[in-house]
């Protein structure tokens, strides 16, 4: 979306066409639907004639998920071929169960690969070679950038001020006590369980060392209320089982994060496993002049400088109590949680604004584009 959003703003015409559209109504769909309508981005179905046509009229079809190469062979059929030199394929998944021939067939293929960190386009290098025996295209590495719109908001002392106090007020915390939150869909990959378990070490921690702290909290920004999954059910009940309730907060999914950032005082980006591909949570919170609590895995480690704007630790079990003893450390140390707060606003206008990805961008589309215009099929 951001990526039309790009386009359109310099005079393109951008088609969305989606693979799949919801039998019900779904809030967060219709409320994309109605930013792309706004924006002059055209919405369809990939099913029908109307997506084919569109497919062989553009200069460039950019496919915006690892699964999105099913819809290749299933509407364009034999004609896949006569596309592929003029796909941008952008790769923002780096869990095992994307890694199947029927998905990434046509990677060999298509005129470019995007991905969003360096360390996943090593890892779908080799375990594309590795695993499924093809060979990835010419690869672009790049880095995602802030919105204008939220940067706005993150410069904006005063809407930081009011945002900040009503979501305090609607947690039913106060202005000094300090807030550790996740914001992430609640799943197991995204380690909100692993984090309350740091969360509740580190009270430990603070009593038994009789340390003198400001009350703190928890938030989990990210819940599916309606739907309550097992993991969350798993969630709910060791906050009951510890008797932290009143000290863990769980927030419905949102896609208007920038209240959460303005209310919270550090961010946790505890992504297990191979991590992130990038994080983009993570550079918001950095423009909210947050101090980031992140694994060492994925994408993380190409935004957080480990003891500058954050401190990393491990994932999995192991990295609980290193968790814990850094929840104590910026809980305890106000000086140098504003200043890793600082340092990363500071990284985020260096490196992480919307112009910084548009030129990174805009760099690679030029290249997908000469290469595609000098084949014969397309």
């Keep these: 979306m951001e990526l039309a959003f790009l386009l359109r703003s310099v005079g ?3 088609f969305w066409i989606t693979i799949q559209k919801p039998t019900e109504t779904d ?13 002059g981005v055209q919405v369809f179905s990939a099913k029908g004639q109307e997506a084919i046509d569109t497919a062989f009229k553009a200069d460039l079809i950019v496919l915006n998920t690892a699964v999105a190469g099913k819809w290749l062979d299933a509407v364009l059929k034999e004609n896949v071929p006569r596309v592929l030199p003029k796909v941008l394929w952008w790769i923002h998944e780096m869990r ?14 298509v005129g470019g690969a995007m991905i969003d960190s360096h360390v996943t386009a090593e890892y779908w290098k080799n375990r594309t070679q590795e695993r499924l025996r093809i ?9 995602l950038g802030n919105s ?19 979501i305090r007020e609607s947690l039913g915390v106060r202005d000094e006590d300090i807030l550790f939150a996740i914001i992430n869909s609640v799943s197991r990959g995204k380690g909100q369980d692993l984090f309350l378990r740091s969360f509740y070490e580190s009270l430990q921690l603070i009593q038994v060392q009789k340390l003198k702290v ?22 709910r009940n060791y906050v009951m089982q510890k008797k932290i309730q009143d000290r863990v907060h769980f927030i419905n999914k949102t896609l208007t994060v920038a209240p959460y950032l303005a209310a919270i005082d550090v961010l946790v980006q505890n992504s297990q496993a191979r991590g992130e591909c990038f994080g983009r949570i993570t550079i918001e919170a950095m423009a909210f ?11 993380t480690t190409e935004i957080v400088v480990n003891g500058t704007t954050g401190l990393l630790h491990s994932v999995g079990k192991e990295g609980v109590t290193p968790l814990a003893k850094n929840i104590v450390k910026l809980a305890t140390h106000v000086e140098r949680r504003l200043t890793m707060g600082k340092r990363g606003y500071e990284r985020v206008r260096e490196m992480f604004l919307e112009h910084h990805m548009a030129h990174r961008i805009a760099s690679v589309l030029k290249e997908v584009l000469r290469k595609s215009k000098s084949h014969p099929h397309s």
């Design 135 to 143: 060979k990835m295209p010419e690869t672009y590495v790049v880095h």
């Design 214 to 235: 400001p009350s703190m909290h928890a938030v989990i920004v990210g819940s599916d209320m309606s739907a309550q999954t097992k993991f969350e059910t798993e969630l």
């Design 96 to 109: 095992g169960h994307y890694f199947k021939l029927d998905y990434v067939k046509h990677l060999p293929l």
């Design 289 to 299: 002049q947050l101090p980031v609590l992140g694994t060492a895995a994925g994408g």
């Design 27 to 39: 809030e967060v769909v219709y409320s994309l639907e109605q930013k792309m309508s706004v924006r």
């Design 12 to 14: 393109t015409e951008v």
């Design 148 to 166: 204008k719109e939220l940067m706005d908001v993150a410069e904006d002392s005063v809407a930081k001020r009011v945002l900040r106090e009503h």
